[in-house]
């Protein structure tokens, strides 16, 4: 059976190039970038290389590249780094962060370190920008402001620009989320007003478990896994020498394709949209689906039938992958925090579909198909 894989904001792909980029280090090229002789050396300019890379495309100083595992640790440092090292004792977040926001927030805020506000959110699922410089100016404490560039459940973009300024204005440290952007959008790190940002390379067809975290250059932060001196002594740990090759080619290969791979995505995002509200009745889309909001990520809810309760599974069945909420909560079905937040129907199923350059019309029209029988 042909799988119809319409979860790339789950994961996506391994690009082929990518990893033919990955494969010397894989095989000959496996010296320690730590070790001195030529071995390890090759290995440390491969790193550093791609750093300049990643850096260049970005728009920022090399410096301020660090690679992770991935969004989770990138997050984790950052909002951490920002209470224990930075100052923050008040925390102002949303309800619809990605878990390794939320999570670690709830964890600084349960041990008394930092106290916790969250942001009101508009019907369409956007930020209250309003009420954020409300909460700004009458906070006592220096702030840490962490809200995501694009939901990964409801597509929605935040505008970065308009909340890193607030932030200047009233002295607070901004990290961004920016996993499900970094790869899919342009970013001029050197013009837009944020300490932190964060990305996953599987989220642009580069490998699984290597991430980037930035650190603008004004900001000085302790390490959060100590040990060896590596990543300029800000991340323990032999690197993952093959993933960060494959971030920096993943990224590089996104990046000189963005205008046509963005393109192609957005019109089955949008070919999928026009198809459902043809063929099924009583559909609706979750957050500002086809106004500010991610190309990629499409959030449908279908009227709550005995048929429809069982929508991913019997989608499954079907060889078809989408999801429900959240790729890393899917285990537990308690549905999802984000669509509770801003929508709380008991009579309606939310099921995440989200696209790639290798999807095509034709599997839309398969999808709906499976869909309308199901519905």
């Known amino acids: 059976m042909n799988r119809t894989y319409f979860d790339n904001a789950a994961t ?3 690009d082929p190039a990518v990893l033919e980029a990955m ?11 730590s070790s001195i002789y030529s071995y390890g050396r090759e290995s440390r300019l491969a790193i550093e290389n791609a750093r300049k890379s990643v850096a260049k495309i970005l728009n920022a100083h090399p410096a301020e590249i660090f690679f992770t595992s991935g969004g989770t640790e990138s997050s984790n440092t950052a909002i951490t780094a920002a209470v224990k090292n930075l100052g923050c004792r008040h925390i102002i977040s949303s309800r619809i962060e990605h878990h390794a926001t939320s999570h670690t927030i709830e964890y600084l805020h349960k041990k008394g370190e930092a106290a916790l506000s969250y942001v009101k959110l508009l019907p369409d699922g956007h930020i209250d920008l309003e009420d954020l410089e409300l909460l700004l100016k009458e906070s006592e404490d220096k702030c840490l402001v962490t809200l995501m560039h694009a939901n990964n459940e409801i597509g929605n973009l935040l505008n970065i620009n308009a909340v890193g300024e607030l932030c ?3 002295n607070a440290i901004f990290h961004s989320d920016t996993v499900q952007t970094v790869g899919h959008y342009p970013f001029d790190l050197r013009k837009t007003p944020v300490h932190f940002i964060t990305g ?6 580069g490998p699984k478990g290597v991430g980037l975290l930035y650190i603008n250059e004004s900001v000085h932060i302790e390490p959060f896994i100590h040990g060896g001196s590596q990543e300029r002594n800000m991340r323990a740990g032999t690197e993952n020498l093959y993933g960060i090759v494959g971030f920096a080619k993943a990224l ?14 957005a ?9 459902l509200k043809a063929h099924i009745k009583g559909v609706e889309f979750n957050g500002d689906a086809f106004g500010n909001s991610l190309y990629a990520v499409l959030n449908v809810s279908f009227p709550k039938t005995e048929k429809s309760e069982m929508i991913l599974f019997n989608l499954d069945i079907s060889g078809i992958c989408a999801s429900g909420g959240s790729a890393c909560t899917s285990g537990v079905d308690q549905g999802s925090h984000v669509i509770r937040a801003i929508k709380n129907n008991p009579n309606q199923v939310a099921v995440r579909f989200s696209f790639s350059k290798h999807n095509t019309k ?14």
């Open 168 to 170: 200047t204005k009233y």
């Open 252 to 265: 590089e290969i996104a990046t000189n394709n963005y205008e046509a791979d963005s393109k192609h995505v």
């Open 23 to 33: 494969m010397p280090y894989l095989t000959e090229k496996f010296g320690n970038p």
């Open 200 to 205: 996953a390379s599987h989220k642009f067809h």
């Open 267 to 275: 019109s089955i995002k949008n070919y999928m949209g026009d198809q």
């Open 362 to 375: 034709d599997e839309v029209d398969f999808v709906v198909d499976k869909l309308t029988g199901m519905i």
């Open 12 to 14: 996506t792909s391994l």
